[in-house]
């Protein structure tokens, strides 16, 4: 790809209203979108991961949305490829690609590259597994919190699999995973790029979160989680560990109330918006444009596609 390619980049924290705004520029400028959301590429979780509906996805081509299923394993290398080759089928069509979502690691693995892989030792990565099936995921985060602070700040105390591959590193080479990113520091530019943030005052968009929780549940959320378990999608996969799935998945199984649980969900949710925040603030490059600014939005898309 060449580091000449144009790419829009549509970001910010759940609850912020990218996919709805995405699909009206899309629509200005006949472009397609390209999702980076670490849950939409799963096939059949579709409530919980606030997938584009049938009718927004034919309003404007999307890409890289149900692409695995929930057992099946994806990481930001796996979707950095992916998505690196439908963005060049877009613009062998003479179209704008936009990349839409709020992962941050995947957008920043798709605009830099990822750092050299890390050495990874089998025997040990079953050690840690074994460890893994007889700890709390908080025990595992905790123990990566005394070796890498600034990994464990960023990797969620029930994300098990990032987890173990973080102390799988240390155990390896004794140096922790934030001193290999350190030295790749994703200095690549792969896309010239125009990265357009959103957000809400903070109290408004925790209201927004709040209300889609809520609606989550009037769509069938709980009816969504027992059908992935009914298909046997077990709660330790990677997938099932995700926000929502997780916690209506203990009511279902006797662990927890609707209502304890539909509570901590909008908390859960909340902290990582704040995450997200955290994580895109950092990024220099992005204009910051609150959702209702489509026109200014579309007048920069405009300039700079020109």
Known sequence: MSPKTKLVVICGPT?????????????????????????????????????PTPAEQAAAPHHMIDIVDPDQAFDAAAYAKMATDAI?????RGRPAMVVGGTGFYIKALLHGLFEQAPSDPAVRRRLKQQAASQSPGALHRRLEKIDSTAAARIHPNDTYRILRALEIFAVTGEPLTVFQQRHGFREQRYHTLEI?????????????????????????????????????GRDLKS??????????????????????????????????????????????????????????????????S
């Open 240 to 305: 099932m560990q995700s926000l929502g799935y997780r916690h209506l998945a203990a009511v279902i199984h006797g662990e927890s109330s609707l209502a304890d649980a539909v509570t901590l969900l909008k908390r859960d949710h909340r902290r990582y918006a704040k995450r997200q925040l955290s994580w895109f603030g950092n990024r220099e490059s992005i204009h910051w444009l609150s959702p209702e600014q489509a026109v200014p939005a579309g007048d920069l898309v405009r300039g700079f596609i």
């Open 15 to 51: 609850g912020s209203g990218k996919t709805g705004f995405a699909i009206r520029l899309a629509r200005w400028f006949n472009g397609e979108i390209v999702g980076a959301d670490s849950m939409q590429i799963y096939r059949c979780m579709d409530i919980g991961t606030a997938k």
């Open 88 to 92: 060049g089928r877009i613009i062998d």
């Open 197 to 233: 943030g959103l957000t809400w005052p903070r109290p408004i968009l925790y209201d927004r979160i709040n209300q889609r929780v809520d609606a989550m549940m009037d769509l069938g959320f709980p009816d969504e989680v027992r059908h992935l378990l009914d298909m046997g999608y």
